[in-house]
């Protein structure tokens, strides 16, 4: 209660209306398993675009497992274009990456490409360019192009001055008017200082062998000019995977410096993300060290002002990433030992938004004779996170090329009422190979769920919608065939003459009928996670009737919307749902030990899965 102390007038504010719930998203979509780039570990990647997907975690060109002895459909990209095309909007994405079997050997730096330029004899610094992930797109290009500025020294002699230079760059001093034989110029590192007695700004020149010298002492008839670096990277194999990088410098002591910009470590994800590659020179060197490594080629050029950019330019090529083994069981479940670097599912744990989760690709057996069980294992692990987790569902991948016994055979082997099964794979004309190729369809109902989730909402059943960029299905099932697969929970994809490829099922892998619907599990899902998150504020409030009322109006109110909206069975509200909660919810016991129950019932939408019209004959002179 506020204090009144003191005559006067008190001015307060006060509600006079609940609280309200606001339903939340159920149509971002998580989806984990093997690329060719990117991170492996810590928060899942958010793309909203098959383009940013690229850009990140590299192309759709296929995957090299084994050292190149098992190549295979790079599945997880290719799901993530199904998934954009076909309406979904936002995808996280948990890169699984598993390192070669070595056989004990160091494999610390496995899959990380590399490339290198090495110096003459009298300058030994060496500096490498290295892929910030694993991955056989960490195969980069990476060119560097030198340029000089105009002169920078200013003032008269014993005072001169640097205009627009930073502390650590590094400089050119040479004849003003181009390099000469006699003279190519020299490259420093500039150290900003104070004078005190002089009040004014010194600055100390640092050789390559840390010589140093002032400002002061350049001659007249020199120019300073700063050396700066273009960085150009490029995958070789995806043109549309290029990032450019202007304006940088090489000494170390530069805040703008090819170390500092490309670090190991640095500030953000996002920064990581956008910088696919790390610099790395040796320990100590300095920037006209690193500047003869690196440029020993094309530094007399440097000056010349018909030199070209190409004749001003070298380029290191990164080589020896691979994509690793075949990701197995193990990965998918993921690893949490580092709260900060989780992988696998354990990574989406902590992403709330996600509503919907898949492993494209996990189901793919090829040639392998053993492929089978830890397909098996790993439909378990996303059953069991989806389940863990509550408001999920996981969207599973019938093995590829299987007839009804096996599709039927490992449906058997599952049961949640957090989970569908569809079948069989879809086929699409790859745009790398030309070719047309089979995907799990799990890529396309991910999307396709999103897209009926905004275009008509979650209590529809995701169903009879067309699956964009289908050119067929491994098997055309019929109607018969059908009959045997539905009623066990295998959701089918079938094609329709004049209506196209079509999903033609909304059953969960659920034994319990109650949750035999995809659309009844989501919408509940749906339901339970609003109330939820649109209730927090009832958490150590007063436990009492007038909590009871303000609880109970808030999630009528919100019902009562669902209702109007028709999400929900009945004629008049109290036929479509009630919420009680009052002394008849909670017992004494309850209230002592801080307990709130409120007891909600909906009478949710279903399917109309079988339409049937019965038709018979009719006479004019029959009676109705």
């Given at each position: ?18 609280k309200?719930?606001?339903g ?11 690329a ?6 810590g ?64 494999i610390?730096?496995q899959?990380?490409?590399a490339?290198?330029l ?5 300058q030994p610094?060496?500096?490498t ?22 002169d ?8 001169y ?19 000469s034989?006699?003279?190519?110029g ?7 200082g ?23 002492d ?18 070789p194999?995806?043109?549309r ?9 090489l ?9 500092s ?7 953000n ?37 018909k ?49 919907i ?25 996303l059953?069991?996170h ?12 019938a ?13 058997g ?28 369809p ?13 275009q ?30 539905n ?81 929900l ?49 009719w ?6």
């Open positions: 209660m506020p204090e009144y102390l003191a005559p006067g007038v008190y001015i307060e504010e006060t509600s006079y209306r609940a309200t719930i606001e939340v998203s159920t149509s971002t979509a998580g989806f984990v398993g093997p060719r780039f990117g991170p492996t570990s928060v899942p990647e958010l793309v909203t675009s098959f383009a940013e997907f690229e850009r990140k975690f590299g192309g759709m060109e296929p995957l090299e497992f084994e050292e190149g002895a098992n190549t295979q459909t790079n599945f997880l990209a290719q799901a993530v274009r199904a998934f954009f095309d076909n309406g979904g909007v936002r995808l996280y994405i948990a890169r699984l990456y598993q390192k070669l079997d070595s056989s004990g050997e160091d610390s730096a899959g990380y490409a490339g290198a090495a110096s003459a004899e009298s610094t060496l500096v360019f290295r892929a910030r992930y694993p991955g056989k797109a960490g195969n980069l290009r990476v060119t560097v192009t030198a340029q000089l500025t105009a920078v020294k200013t003032g008269q002699a014993g005072e001055a640097l205009k627009g230079v930073s502390d650590g760059d590094t400089v050119w001093i040479g004849p003003r008017t181009g390099p034989s006699a003279n190519a020299t490259l420093y590192w500039a150290e900003r104070f004078d005190d007695a002089e009040e004014r700004v010194i600055w100390t020149l640092h050789d390559e062998a840390e010589n140093e010298t002032s400002l002061d350049v001659s007249s008839d020199d120019a300073v000019r700063v050396l700066t670096v273009t960085v150009q990277v490029v995958d194999d995806n043109d995977r290029s990032a450019l990088f202007e304006g940088l410098t000494d170390p002591h530069s805040a703008t410096s090819l170390s910009y490309f670090a190991e470590e640095l500030s994800r996002s920064h990581a993300l956008a910088r696919p590659v790390i610099f790395e020179p040796t320990e100590g060197a300095n920037g006209p060290r690193i500047a003869g490594a690196l440029l020993g080629g094309v530094l007399d050029r440097l000056a010349d002002r030199a070209s950019a190409a004749q001003r330019r070298v380029t290191v090529s990164l080589t020896g990433g691979d994509d690793g083994d075949r990701p197995t069981q193990a990965a998918y479940a993921g690893n949490d030992d580092d709260p900060a670097a989780k992988t696998g599912l354990k990574a989406f744990e902590d992403m709330a938004e996600i509503s989760v898949a492993a494209p690709g996990y189901s793919y057996v090829g040639t392998s004779t053993s492929w089978g069980d830890q397909a098996l294992a790993i439909a378990g692990n059953v069991s989806a389940e863990t987790m509550r408001y999920r569902i996981a969207v599973l991948d093995p590829e090329a299987q007839d009804l016994t096996g599709v039927q055979e490992f449906r082997q599952l049961d949640s009422s957090h989970a569908a099964l569809y079948y069989p794979w879809v086929q699409i004309l790859d745009s790398v190979s030309n070719a047309q190729i089979a995907l799990p799990s890529g396309f109902m991910a999307g396709i769920y999103a897209r009926n989730d905004v008509k909402g979650v209590h529809k059943a995701p169903a009879n919608e067309v699956v964009t960029g289908a050119l067929g299905f491994e098997v055309l099932l019929n109607k018969a065939q059908q009959d045997i697969l009623p066990n929970g295998i959701n089918c994809l079938r094609f329709f003459e004049g209506r196209g490829y079509r999903v033609w099922g909304a059953r969960t892998i659920s034994s319990d009928p109650e949750w035999k619907y995809v659309n009844l599990r989501r919408y509940f899902a749906y339901l339970e996670r609003s109330i939820e998150r649109g209730t927090q504020w009832v958490v150590f409030e007063n436990n009492g009737p007038t909590l009871w009322a303000n609880v109970k109006r808030t999630i009528e109110d919100f019902l009562f919307n669902e209702w109007k909206s028709d999400h069975l009945g004629e008049k509200p109290e036929d479509a749902y009630f919420v009680r909660c009052d002394r008849s919810t909670m017992s004494q016991n309850d209230l002592d030990n801080g307990r709130l129950i409120c007891l909600i019932g909906v009478a949710p939408l279903r399917p109309a899965e079988f339409v049937i019209f019965r038709i018979g004959q006479t004019g002179s029959a009676k109705s």
